[in-house]
């Protein structure tokens, strides 16, 4: 019986090459033990001038980024909706676990039931449980429970949190930082629809997860964080007129 030390402050123990817990339980790492590490060379170097030019485009890129509430129905293509979903995987996350599910409703009838669902829950949200603050606060973005974009965007996207998962043989597997890995995700998923020529909206539907989540046929372990429709805007979409904070308001440089 030999003590195997996993960090300074963090013991447990081996038997035949098995780590297990206090219990006796068998650990078992998610990546493969032998993971090999391989040289980086997807990154690109550029110099100074081009990092300037870029890192300056893109701002303005996402600058230019508005959240819409009004859509047009028109189709988007599947490849588009696939890419983005594909560059919101990219995000990191705590030890590679990846810990979203990204469901894809295009199908008309589906987005219906998604509206009915939301709509009478958010009824009661906004007369009941958000309370007099809340909606005085939300008064000039002049929003309601009633979601038109949930039917009229050709795509929603909803974004599940996996609070863990499972290792092939069946134990349960930690998730860690799952909540700040698919909020990180979102952001970069949010660029993408940007950068493709899409427009979203971040809406979080109050007490409608569980509901949700049953008619999406996902498991128990999946928390649904984040609701997005994404399109086109429509031809008189309005928007309200924000401004952003500048830098030396969002930053402090030592
Ligand atoms: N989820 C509701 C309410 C809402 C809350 C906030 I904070 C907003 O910035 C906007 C809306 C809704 O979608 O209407």
């Known amino acids: 019986k030999r003590k195997k030390y996993l960090s300074p402050d963090q013991e447990a123990e081996v038997h035949e090459d098995e780590i297990v817990d206090a219990d006796g339980a068998k650990i078992s790492s998610a990546l493969p033990e032998d993971l090999p590490h391989v040289p980086l060379t997807t990154y690109t170097r550029y110099s100074e001038k081009e990092m300037i030019e870029r890192s300056a485009a893109f701002y303005d890129d ?6 819409v509430r009004f859509y047009s ?6 490849e588009v909706m696939e890419n983005i979903i594909r560059t919101a995987g990219t995000a990191p996350s705590g030890a590679h676990t990846e810990p979203w599910t990204y469901v894809v409703v295009g199908d008309k009838d589906l987005k219906a039931s998604v509206r009915q669902l939301i709509e009478e829950e958010e009824e ?13 606060d939300l008064m000039p973005l002049k929003t309601n429970w009633v979601k038109e974009y949930l039917t009229t965007a050709p795509y929603l996207i909803l974004v ?3 609070a863990y ?4 043989d069946g134990t349960k597997k930690n998730h860690y930082y ?16 940007q950068k493709a020529g899409l427009v979203t909206l971040t809406s979080t539907p109050l007490n409608c997860g569980p509901a949700l989540r ?3 046929g996902r498991p128990n ?8 429709p994404v399109g086109y805007p429509a031809k008189d979409c309005s928007v309200p007129d924000l401004a952003r904070k500048p830098l030396d308001e969002i930053s402090v440089w030592f």
Do not use: C, D, H
Not at 62 to 67: E, L, V
Not at 221 to 228: C, S, Y
């Open 160 to 162: 599940f949190k996996q």
């Open 124 to 136: 009661i949200n906004y007369n009941k449980r958000m309370g007099v603050q809340w909606t005085t």
């Open 73 to 78: 129905s028109e189709p988007v293509p599947k």
């Open 165 to 168: 998962g499972f290792n092939p």
């Open 178 to 193: 799952n909540e700040v890995s698919v909020a990180i995700a979102t952001g970069i998923l949010i660029s993408a629809i």
């Open 62 to 67: 996402m600058n230019n980024r508005r959240t």
């Open 221 to 228: 372990n999946e928390k649904l964080m984040i609701l997005l």
């Open 214 to 216: 049953t008619l999406l």
